[in-house]
């Protein structure tokens, strides 16, 4: 059990590696949820699960939600059963995967929170603006499905003749893929799950705006990554600041050999390469400068 925890661990901490950290996030707020509703069922405390699982869930009442406004953001890692948030992960990983790689794994993390933040807002509005709506009763919304919409939006506008290959289907262009989701979200939006499919809505014109605004050489997502930036810098240790003298060469002593030398121009090589492999991964390929470019075409050719 300890290795696959060690392992869970290492996998997180891999960077650029936004997707699978989201899937592990989403995954992990579950079984905690699950494991706290089970014990507190068996021990009599039922309403601690209550307190902590409102915690991830957005309420359409505007004062209830000035109470918990951080449920704008929680409420897209909090699912409701094994098959919503199986499903859910599914189309994450299948799209995130796209936008990861064309994208980066900066703009996938904007695209998830945007998307999240899309849906709840339109929920709220939705609940509080649209008497149908007001009318009836729900205690709220849970689960990632309006950012999971933004993302698989977003690669179907950046890519829409991409092809997923469907069972029993065959290959399918992704712009009709989520044209469906579209469509289904809204037909099913005056039924029984109103708010979420208006949800889904909300995320699926953020992520299609989102990728408008980059092919338009705008990124109004760029404040999420300076946000997360920040909050990392606090809890991250800063090194040790180590003071080194360089002695100066002595007329007895030797000269370092060229094959020193030649060793350290080509960690320095390397180090530039993995630098540019790792801005490919962060922010994609076009992101590279022509001087960036010319290096990985050169590195290529030895």
Same mark, same amino acid.
């Given at each position: 059990m300890a290795g696959f925890?060690?392992?869970?661990? *290492?996998?997180f901490k891999r960077p650029n590696n936004a997707l699978n950290q989201l899937i592990i996030i989403n995954a992990v707020v579950f079984v905690g949820l699950g494991l706290l509703k089970v014990i507190g069922a068996f021990a009599g405390i039922e309403g601690l699960y209550a307190i902590v699982d409102a915690q991830f869930t957005i309420p359409p009442d505007l004062v209830k939600f000035l109470y918990r406004p951080w449920t704008i953001i929680t409420y897209a890692f909090s699912h409701a059963g094994f098959f919503h948030i199986l499903m859910n992960m599914l189309v994450l990983y299948w799209f995130g995967m796209l936008i990861s *790689?064309?994208?980066g794994s900066a703009k996938l993390v904007n695209l998830y929170i945007l998307g999240a933040l899309a849906g709840a807002v339109v929920f709220i509005l939705a609940y509080n603006l649209i008497p149908f709506l007001a009318e009836r009763t729900t205690s709220g919304m849970v689960g990632a499905s309006a950012a999971v919409y933004a /993302? @698989? %939006? @977003? &690669? &179907?506008?950046? #890519?829409?003749?991409?092809r997923f290959h469907l069972i029993f289907i065959g290959p399918v262009k992704i712009k009709y893929i989520v044209a469906v989701? $579209? /469509? #289904?979200?809204?037909l099913q939006s005056a039924g029984p799950n109103a708010g979420g499919n208006i949800a889904?809505?909300? !995320? &699926?014109?953020?992520?299609?705006?989102?990728?408008? !605004?980059? *092919? &338009? !050489? %705008?990124?109004?997502? #760029?404040? $999420?990554?300076?946000?997360?930036g920040f909050i990392q810098s606090i809890f991250k240790s800063k090194p040790k600041i180590k003071v080194t003298y360089k002695k100066k060469q002595t007329a007895g002593s030797t000269p370092k050999s060229s094959s020193n030398s030649s060793s350290t121009t080509s960690t320095v090589e390397q180090e530039e390469i993995d630098r540019i492999l790792d801005k490919i991964s962060d922010k994609g390929y076009e992101s590279l400068s022509k001087d960036e470019k010319q290096k990985l075409f050169n590195a290529s050719k030895k």
């Open positions: 925890f060690d392992e869970l661990k *290492q996998n *790689q064309y994208l /993302v @698989a %939006t @977003a &690669a &179907a506008t950046l #890519l829409p003749d991409h989701y $579209i /469509v #289904l979200s809204l889904h809505l909300g !995320g &699926a014109g953020i992520g299609f705006l989102y990728v408008r !605004g980059l *092919q &338009a !050489g %705008t990124d109004f997502g #760029l404040w $999420i990554q300076m946000t997360l």
